[in-house]
Each structure stands twice: as structure tokens, then as C-alpha cells.
């Protein structure tokens, strides 16, 4: 192996190793899904959110209105409202709205996906496939990443997709 | 000459009653029969109290097993996706980053969903955090009665096909050795503020 070839292959490694675990992106027209995730979930959990950051590139506005995934009996859209000192929760049932140009991110202490009933409880490092069905831009499956217990909440912010 | 003195003693009388209409107000508002509004002289809030529940272990927990530390505790529901798992996660960093001195402090997650928190789904979701942090549940009139005495709001709220969530506060409260109310740690507070907070708390004695 020349030098030259050794340092193109450890520039290749770099190159992979830096961008593995970075978030993840989908495309769908005009529609951009940035780092779909999720957190750990207990072994005795029967729910799970699913969050992300969904980017309308075009020039007029979709909506998310359908939801599902094999890995658990329904999926709502669903947003917490911190009300005072209380935290309240409520289903968003006509669907999200991401208007021309505009990005909506789901996240911990906002809007978020709502998994119910799940088949099983979500693993840390585990990918759960998730169906997005948006009234213009049609389907698309992107996979949630499973990340630590508690993970990505509202104190630390979260370590990527910002 | 007299009618300056005369004008004087008029302006003198002016000045003693408006001074004692502003004295006697101030009384009546402080000390006097309005006072009332401002509650206890001590200005601390009545929030805390006896209670009897069960821990994620299955054993009785009082509110004599947290007498002689200071205790963090917070209310929530093991199938909250969101406040619960990210607060819990936190106060296990708190833990985490006051090292040694975490040994002299409760941590406490009280549920507020007794109807699907037994002990044994409790004890399944502790085992995510930090093991120092104590899981509670009770019977719903045990957990009526706690919350009454902690002030705490809950409320189930139902969703589609017979599932429900519960709304709830969400503040993390931090009471003293005595079992005295010291204050609260907002949902969300700034990392540093939180650790003086606690590092106030433990010094109190």
C-alpha cells in the first residue's frame, strides 16, 4: 500500500466513523424529516413518543394527518402544554400543519408522536419503523432512533438536530 | 403676627392628622384587621404532611421515612412520555453531580395513576433512574389524601379507545430534615440554578 492510497483510505475512515450516529434525514418532495427518535422505554411501558423536525421546503403548506407503525396498536399526534405549574397533554386530531417554508419540530415539552400500545418496549440503540402519511406529499417510512432513558429533554437540549 | 401663628398651628394640625390617617392605614393593612390576607407570619406555605403509601419495593412508606434528610419529590406517571422520564432523568443527574452528598437527600416520584402504577410496574420504570430515587403509589384515597396535602393537581384526561393520560404538576418540590416545605424547582430550570438550589438545601439545617 503506497502512502498515498493509506492516507486516502484513513481519510475514508474518518470520514465514516464522523458521520456515523449523526442524525438521520429524509426526503419526501419537498419535505425534509430531520433525526426521527425516541427514547428508551421502561419494560412495562405500554406508551412511547416519537419525535423530529419536519421541514416543508415548497411553497404552499402540507399536513401530517396520518400516523402508524408496526410496533404499536395506534399513533396520535399529541402536544404538551406546560399550564402553570402543570403539565397537560392533549390529542392534535385534524392533523400538524407545516406551512410553506416552515420547519414544526416535535420534541420533548411540545408536539410530539404518541405510540400506544406498544407490542414491545423500546431499546436503547434499536430503530422502530414509523409510517408518516402527509395530505400532499403522500407516505413516507422513517425509523425512529432509540436513544438513552430520559434523553433529549428540555434541560440539556438535545445533542443533535438543533 | 398672630395670623402667621395662626396659620401655623392650622398647617401643624394638617400635618399630625394626615400623619396619623397614614400611620393608622398602615396598621390596618399590615398588622390590623386586613392583615389577614397575607397568611402565616412565617410566609411559608402550608404544603406537606402525613401520608401513607407504598414503595416501588412493596413496602409502607410515610412521611416519617423521609424525616432527618432534606427530600426532592415530584409527581408524575410511569406511562408519561414526556415531563416524567425527562425530570427523573434529571434529578438522577443532580445525584449524579452532588456525588457524595446525595447520600443525604431523599428523591421521591410519587404517581398520581394508581390505577395502572402498581408496585410492580413502579419498580420496572425506578429501575431506568437512579437507584436512590424511592417510586410511591397507594390506593387512590391514599394518593387523594397526599396530594391534598402537597397541593398537587392531577386529573385524568381520556384519549381514544378507553386510553388515558393525566395532566399533573410538575414542579419538583424540595422540603426540609423537618418535613417542612422549602421550595420548588421549576419544570424547566437552568442547570446552575437548580444546583444552588440544592446545595442551599443540604446546608440547611
Known amino acids: ?162 | 403676627m398672630l395670623r402667621i401663628i395662626r396659620y401655623g398651628a392650622w398647617a401643624a394640625v394638617a400635618v399630625l392628622a394626615f400623619v396619623s390617617l397614614g400611620v393608622g392605614l398602615g396598621w390596618f393593612v399590615s398588622d390590623g384587621p386586613a392583615g389577614w390576607k397575607r397568611g402565616r407570619a412565617s410566609g411559608v406555605p402550608d404544603i406537606g404532611g402525613p401520608f401513607t403509601m407504598t414503595n416501588h419495593r412493596g413496602e409502607r412508606f410515610t412521611e416519617r421515612n423521609l424525616l432527618g434528610k432534606p427530600s426532592l419529590i415530584f409527581f408524575g406517571f410511569t406511562t408519561c412520555p414526556e415531563v416524567c422520564p425527562t425530570t427523573l432523568n434529571d434529578i438522577s443527574a443532580w445525584l449524579k453531580e452532588l456525588g457524595a452528598d446525595a447520600d443525604r437527600l431523599n428523591a421521591v416520584f410519587v404517581s398520581v395513576d394508581p390505577e395502572r402504577d402498581t408496585a410492580e410496574q413502579l419498580s420496572g420504570y425506578m429501575s431506568l433512574f437512579d437507584p436512590r430515587i424511592v417510586g410511591l403509589t397507594g390506593t387512590p384515597d391514599q394518593l387523594a389524601a397526599m396530594a391534598r396535602a402537597y397541593r398537587i393537581y392531577y386529573k385524568r384526561v381520556p384519549l381514544t379507545e378507553g386510553d388515558y393520560t393525566m395532566d399533573h404538576s410538575a414542579m419538583v418540590y424540595m422540603m426540609g430534615a423537618d418535613g417542612r416545605f422549602v421550595g420548588t424547582i421549576d419544570y424547566p430550570e437552568a442547570p446552575d440554578t437548580t444546583m444552588a438550589k440544592l446545595r442551599q438545601l443540604l446546608k440547611r439545617r
Open chain 1, 1 to 162: 500500500m503506497t502512502l498515498h492510497r493509506a492516507a486516502a483510505l484513513a481519510a475514508i475512515i474518518i470520514f465514516v466513523a464522523a458521520h456515523a450516529g449523526r442524525a438521520h434525514e429524509y426526503q419526501l418532495g419537498n419535505l425534509k424529516i430531520d433525526h426521527p427518535w425516541s427514547r428508551t422505554t421502561p419494560q412495562v411501558a405500554k406508551t412511547g413518543a416519537g419525535y423530529m423536525t419536519i421541514r416543508n421546503e415548497g411553497s404552499s403548506a402540507d399536513r401530517l394527518i396520518g400516523i402508524s407503525s408496526p410496533a404499536a396498536e395506534a399513533v396520535e399526534i399529541h402536544q404538551s402544554i406546560m399550564d402553570g405549574t402543570i403539565m397537560r397533554m392533549r390529542p392534535v386530531p385534524d392533523g400538524l400543519k407545516i406551512g410553506a417554508r416552515q420547519s414544526v419540530k416535535l420534541e420533548p415539552g411540545g408536539y410530539h408522536l404518541m405510540l400506544m400500545q406498544l407490542r414491545a418496549p423500546f431499546r436503547q440503540g434499536e430503530r422502530v419503523p414509523v409510517l408518516l402519511r402527509f395530505e400532499k406529499g403522500g407516505e413516507i417510512t422513517v425509523e425512529l432512533e432509540i436513544e438513552a432513558p430520559g434523553g433529549g429533554g428540555q434541560h440539556h437540549g438535545h445533542n443533535q438536530g438543533r
